[in-house]
């Protein structure tokens, strides 16, 4: 693909090098049909937000990661939502947290919606599926993966994004947005769920209105959140009420806030006063 040709002349010492990959896969995704346009410059958005955290996962992210990790444990109905990004960056690392959380399905939800691109997404996640683990084992595990031909519409929203599956979104306690509009996670809110965003801008609409925000980018949180729920999964859930009832998403993105200005005023060469 010529896409990758390019990516080969970029060393791998280049500075940029780990944010040039990740680009280069949105844009293979967007070759491929999985992500539209407006997608890519939804990542830029991203990337600037990154690169004022440092390209790193700082640890009020790993917070919000354990936090999310309680939250989907306690799940009775969890729900995992996928647009064109998340599936052209990190289809393996959904395929992996859904066979992770007990119960847990996966659901395409797009703003620019087409089925045609709902069915590709689906199926490039059960291609993921498939594929051998990092072991060289294929799992046996099958998981739930709601794409084309939506049944039911969440109240209070006029996008597409409203489009959903009864046995999915619809009926979810628990749901995960990443790179998500802000406009569904508030009639995600008002539907009486509890949701989990994965957003790079600390100041978006939809990290404010969630109940847990890992602001990091999708691809290292969702390995983290991972990580942490394979830590906990064994945990009481008194233990997991506590994780999940003592964090404090406001407060917890008032520290990430605090975090990049003051980077900046380090960079400025000005102290705080
Ligand atoms: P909102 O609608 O919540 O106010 P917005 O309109 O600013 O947000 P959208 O385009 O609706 O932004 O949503 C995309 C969000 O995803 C942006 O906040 C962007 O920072 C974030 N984002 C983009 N790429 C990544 C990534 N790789 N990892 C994490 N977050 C990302
Ligand atoms: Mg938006």
């Known amino acids: ?41 939804a990542h830029g958005r991203g990337e600037a937000f990154d690169y004022l955290l440092g390209e790193r996962t700082v640890p009020e992210a790993r917070a919000a990661s354990r936090a999310a990790a309680a ?103 628990v749901v995960l947005v990443p790179l998500e509009d802000g406009d569904r996670a508030g009639a995600l809110k008002r539907a009486g769920k509890k949701v989990i965003a994965i957003d790079l801008n600390p100041l978006s609409r939809t990290a404010r209105l969630a109940d847990v925000t890992v602001v990091d980018n999708i691809v290292r949180a969702l390995p983290e959140i991972v990580r942490q729920v394979r830590l906990l999964r064994r945990a009481s859930r008194a233990r997991l009420e506590k ?13 990430t806030l605090g975090r990049i200005v003051s980077g900046l005023r380090k960079l400025s060469g000005k102290r705080r006063p």
């Open 1 to 41: 693909m010529e896409c990758r040709q390019k990516m080969h002349r970029i060393p791998r010492d280049h500075p940029r090098y780990e944010s040039l990959r990740i680009r280069q896969r949105m844009v293979d995704g967007s070759a491929r049909g999985l992500a539209v346009r407006e997608g890519l410059l």
């Open 71 to 173: 939250l989907l444990l306690l799940a009775k109905r969890p729900v995992l939502s996928v647009n064109g990004n998340v599936a052209s960056l990190v289809p393996r690392e959904m395929v992996r947290l859904a066979r992770a959380v007990p119960g847990a399905a996966i659901e395409v939800n797009l703003f620019h919606r087409t089925e045609g691109r709902a069915r590709r997404i689906a199926a490039e996640l059960e291609n993921a599926a498939r594929r051998p683990g990092r072991k060289g084992r294929a799992s046996r595990s099958t998981i739930r993966i709601f794409g084309d031909r939506p049944d039911a519409r969440l109240p209070n929203l006029s996008s597409q994004r409203a489009k959903c599956h009864r046995e999915g979104m619809f009926s979810a306690d």
């Open 243 to 255: 994780i999940a009832g003592g964090f404090d998403n406001t407060a917890n993105l008032g520290r």
